[in-house]
């Protein structure tokens, strides 16, 4: 009987061992130690069954991660070409690095994996890029770029170290869980040269480095000068004030409110590209050239810079302090000072209606347009 038994299915043999047991006490009995011993056999082999397919959807989910993480890195390659991705494991070592290594100096993308993220800059600031990476890997990231300069390992031992912005992101699993992180490094060195040079002509505003309000315009009406205007996209230009500045400074003191000042200045300039321009120019009040950008890529932007400053109460210095800015928006067309008001006139428009807003330049056009 039981070599007929090993022919049938499964369910079958377990109820055939299972009628020997119950017929344990007629005549069957020898039949009874060899069905509890097939039964054993049986849930031995069902266990493991079960361990080889948990193993194998732990796979198939390792794999489905992989591939997800492959997808999300080509899609940041395609977007920054220029730009390096770095993957990252929690323990901050390089498991990925993309080919725009090359050209940033004289090291292969190859030469980094296993290297450490904070040994690829300046050795006094490792532990800086560590926190940002300890902050991504807990999904604590603050999204902004930071500047770091470049060590030996990113540009090579004979290379100038140079300047680049990191910005950290988590990567996440099916489950939530954070197992490593994604590091984007653009290079800055054209715009810390220019930033010199305005610096030593005297172009800079000294509390938050950026260009000064004479800069800005130089730099508008050099825009202007090399584009046609009725070419499609000179470029645009908006102006930011930052709302209730006044009351903060007469709250918490000027120290408090030149920090607000620093806190925007930063968190602008991390939102735009590297040929925009960011500027202080005047009070409370900044200017954002974006040459070649069209109005609907201007109006991201510029939106992206209110929602990052805006309606957060926020530590700055001793105080807790809730900002909040507004913009105006508008193209660059006729002469510097015809842009500047343009965008000024839209500036206002959000301030009278209600602040923490951005409005666009409103002009004649045609119906359903929004420029």
């Excluded at 990113?154 to 939530?176: N, Q, S, T």
């Excluded at 869980?177 to 040079?197: C, M, P, S, Y």
């Excluded at 965008?343 to 428009?349: C, G, H, K, M």
Aim: overall charge neutral; charged content about 25%; proline content about 3%.
């Amino acid at each position: 009987m039981m070599r007929v038994a090993r022919f049938l299915p499964d369910l079958d043999f377990v109820l055939l061992c299972l009628a020997l047991i119950a017929g344990g006490a007629s005549a069957a009995d020898r039949s009874v130690p060899v069905a509890l011993a097939a039964l054993v056999v049986l849930a031995g082999s069902g266990l493991a069954r079960g361990r080889r397919l948990q193993r194998a959807r732990r796979e198939s989910a390792a794999a489905e991660q992989e591939l997800l993480e492959t997808r999300a890195i080509a899609r940041l390659l395609g977007e920054n070409a220029s730009e390096i991705v770095l993957r990252t494991d929690a323990s901050g070592m390089i498991t990925y690095a993309s080919p725009a290594v090359a050209q940033h100096g004289r090291i292969k993308p190859e030469a980094l994996l296993g290297a450490s993220l904070p040994s690829l800059f300046n050795a006094t600031k490792a532990d800086d890029v560590a926190r940002l990476h300890d902050l991504a890997i807990h999904g604590k990231s603050d999204g902004q770029w930071h500047e770091f300069r470049a060590g030996a390992a990113l540009r090579g031992p004979d290379a100038d170290g140079g300047w680049f912005e990191l910005r950290v992101h988590p990567l996440i699993d099916e489950a939530g869980g954070h197992h490593g992180a994604v590091a984007i490094l653009r290079n800055i060195d054209e715009r810390k040269t220019f930033e010199q040079r305005l610096a030593e002509a005297g172009l800079t505003d000294p509390l938050t480095g950026l260009a000064n309000r004479r800069a800005f315009i130089a730099m508008l009406q050099h825009c202007l000068d090399g584009q046609a205007q009725d070419a499609p996209n000179v470029g645009c230009i908006a102006m930011f004030d930052l709302d209730h500045f006044k009351q903060i400074n007469d709250q918490f003191g000027q120290e408090v409110g030149d920090r607000v000042l620093v806190l925007f200045a930063g968190l602008a300039r991390a939102q735009v590209r590297g040929e925009d321009m960011v500027a202080r120019v005047g009070g409370e009040m900044f200017g954002v050239l974006l040459p070649q950008a069209s109005p609907e890529q201007a109006e991201a932007v510029c939106q992206r810079i209110l929602s990052t400053f805006s309606d957060q109460a926020r530590v700055v210095g001793n105080a807790i302090v809730r900002t909040s800015a507004s913009g105006g928006v508008a193209r660059m067309a006729r002469s510097a000072d015809a842009a500047m008001r343009a965008a000024e006139i839209a500036l206002y428009t959000a301030k009278a209606k209600g602040r923490d807003r951005l409005e666009l330049e409103t002009r004649k056009r045609s119906p359903g347009a929004r420029w």
